[in-house]
């Protein structure tokens, strides 16, 4: 994957410090690490501010499975799978607070049954999409107040195929995230270049424009609330997976960006996952990366036994 650039776009906004003027009204109360700070997150210890982060893994489901019928069988195969059980699999701390936070996405229809299933087991639901009018004649749509009310806590945002096929644009995305935080739901943003951005090498320039563009407006004390996720569109239901290494450094580059347009805190803090066909077997070199905190699942979450065993990567420290 190629990420160095010699002369770009984002590198003379960063160098100009110009990142930052696309958030305006940021304030500066203390950001914490999501919900909770853990003794097995992740940390940067090369970072004059470390801040430790909870691991965070989400299954989308997108347009599946077909029945309700079958989305209960899933979550309730997921819950099973999962329940007591996440922690234990990962090593020795067994308090709540060291689990990974594990969040599913279903279809609308479905979201009720979902929670009802998995929310004994710890697990969290939040939904796909929503329109960020809270009502009126928006025929089809349906509101954050609407999802809020059956249990959704986390909201994605700016995901790829919304962009492309139902043509999101990042001030519709921003507008989106705002709402998310002023109705006290979390929105995952997600950021990423298509297959021919990554072709003409402006990885970081498409990443850093999302960015400033889709958080325009939000201050530093919501970003405590937002997670992030890197999903390289090329790599997402293709089974190409991006490079552990190439996925680190690109994480690495949004946390200059949000240091640029916040600060060091707020960019330690901020957890930030990847996504593009995340499966069993590479799961564990991803989230060994210091700057992976979590990965946003697709296909492989339609599968319980495969997206339990995601959720239960093997830690850095018990992987050897
Ligand atoms: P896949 O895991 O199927 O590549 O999908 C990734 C994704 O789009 C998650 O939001």
């Given amino acids: 994957m190629k990420l160095s650039f010699t002369l770009s776009l984002t590198s003379l906004l960063l160098a100009a410090g110009d990142v930052a003027a696309f958030a305006p009204g940021i304030i500066s109360s203390s950001s914490g690490g999501g919900r909770s700070s853990i003794s097995n997150g992740k940390s940067q210890q090369s970072s004059a501010l470390s801040a430790e982060r909870q691991p965070i893994m989400a299954g989308?489901?997108?347009?599946?499975?077909?029945?309700?019928?079958?989305?209960?069988?899933?979550?309730?195969?997921?819950?099973?799978?999962?329940?007591?059980?996440?922690c234990a699999i990962n090593g020795d701390e067994m308090d709540e607070a060291s689990c990974t936070e594990v969040v599913i996405f279903?279809?609308?229809?479905?979201?009720?049954?979902?929670?009802?299933?998995?929310?004994?087991a710890g697990l969290i639901v939040g939904a796909q999409n929503f329109y960020y009018q809270d009502s009126g004649a928006y025929t089809g749509s349906v509101s954050a107040p609407m999802i809020k009310s059956v249990g959704c806590e986390y909201v994605?945002?700016?995901?790829?195929?919304?962009?492309?096929v139902f043509t999101d644009t990042d001030q519709g995305i921003n507008l989106k995230v705002k709402k998310v935080l002023e109705s006290g739901m979390k929105p995952i943003l997600c950021i990423g270049e298509?297959?021919?951005?990554?072709?003409?090498?402006?990885?970081?320039?498409?990443?850093?424009?999302?960015l400033s563009k889709d958080l325009f407006g939000?201050?530093?004390?919501?970003?405590?609330?937002v997670v992030i996720a890197y999903e390289p569109v090329w790599a997402i239901g293709t089974g190409l997976v991006c490079g552990s290494k190439d996925?680190?450094?690109?994480?690495?580059?949004?946390?200059?960006c949000l240091t640029k347009m916040y600060d060091e805190e707020v960019a330690q803090a901020t957890r930030i996952q990847y996504g593009g066909s995340v499966k069993p077997d590479n799961v564990d070199e991803l989230m060994a990366m210091p700057d992976i905190d979590g990965c946003l699942v697709g296909g492989?979450?339609?599968?319980?036994?495969?997206?339990?065993?995601?959720?239960n990567y093997k830690r850095a420290s018990v992987a050897a």
């Fill in 60 to 86: 989308n489901w997108k347009l599946n499975p077909p029945t309700e019928a079958e989305a209960l069988a899933l979550a309730t195969d997921v819950a099973t799978r999962l329940g007591d059980e996440t």
């Fill in 106 to 120: 279903p279809p609308f229809p479905f979201i009720s049954k979902v929670r009802d299933a998995v929310q004994e």
């Fill in 156 to 164: 994605l945002c700016g995901h790829s195929e919304r962009r492309t």
């Fill in 194 to 210: 298509t297959q021919e951005e990554f072709d003409m090498d402006i990885t970081k320039e498409v990443c850093a424009m999302q």
């Fill in 218 to 225: 939000i201050t530093k004390e919501q970003m405590k609330d």
């Fill in 247 to 256: 996925a680190n450094n690109v994480h690495v580059f949004v946390r200059e």
């Fill in 300 to 311: 492989a979450s339609l599968d319980g036994e495969s997206f339990a065993r995601i959720v």
